[in-house]
């Protein structure tokens, strides 16, 4: 996906693979460590639709051992991403491409902590395939969060690649999308450096 002005990284179709999970060295299941995700729904999202939307998402994620926390942190001790839905990208970026889904301002690492998802695109984009428009807006929350985890590149295949056609639509719809084992590892250690640095700052505002 190409890098726009304002250096957006800018998804438009994202092409499926299939890829296991991350197992520990034991076999076992991964611990699932948990990060919170903000979700700003500008766009009037219908609940029915953005809570199926959150599921799928989730269950993505657990496939690589990170448990999605949609709802509060009393303790305000774990690390959050925020995901914007907003109606399109005409009022919040420049020359984003037609066919772009969401995108992700980059910070100053390359990285940043927040992402859109163009919910008039995902939805005219699910008309079109035929396809169930919460499990398009799962994927593409999916693939943003991935890069405010794994940085702006694209990969050649799985969730992260930048484009698909009505072959990986129909994997989406089987929920065969999937990250590779790397990039799983690599979310887990990104999440659990985010961990340890939200709990440093519990530590220091502590004292």
């Given at each position: 996906m190409a890098k726009t002005a304002r250096n957006l990284v800018v998804i438009g179709i994202v092409v499926a693979?299939?890829?296991?999970?991350?197992?520990?060295?034991?076999?076992?299941e991964p611990e699932l460590l948990p990060i919170r995700i903000l979700v700003?729904?500008?766009a009037g999202v219908r609940p029915d639709m953005l809570?199926?939307?959150q599921t799928e998402t989730a269950r993505v994620y657990a496939a690589?051992?990170?448990r999605l926390?949609?709802?509060?942190?009393?303790?305000?001790?774990?690390?959050?991403?925020?995901?914007?839905i907003v109606s399109g990208p005409d009022h919040w970026f420049e020359r984003v491409a037609a066919t772009a889904l969401g995108a992700v301002p980059a910070g100053d690492d390359g990285v940043g902590r927040l992402a859109y998802a163009f919910h008039e695109r995902i939805q005219a984009s699910a008309r079109r395939q035929g396809t169930d428009p919460a499990t398009i807006l799962a994927y593409v929350m999916a693939h943003e969060l991935g890069h405010l985890l794994?940085?702006?590149?694209?990969?050649?295949?799985?969730?992260?690649?930048?484009?698909?056609?009505?072959?990986?639509?129909?994997?989406?719809?089987?929920?065969?999308?999937?990250?590779?084992n790397e990039q799983g590892k690599s979310i887990r250690s990104t999440v659990n450096e985010m961990s340890a640095d939200r709990r440093r700052m519990a530590g220091i505002v502590a004292h």
């Open positions: 693979g299939l890829a296991g999970t991350t197992p520990s060295a034991s076999g076992a700003g729904n500008v809570v199926r939307a690589v051992g990170i926390v949609w709802e509060g942190d009393p303790l305000n001790l774990l690390p959050h991403l925020t995901m914007r794994l940085g702006k590149s694209h990969s050649s295949t799985g969730i992260m690649s930048g484009h698909w056609d009505r072959s990986e639509t129909q994997s989406i719809e089987r929920s065969a999308l999937r990250f590779t």
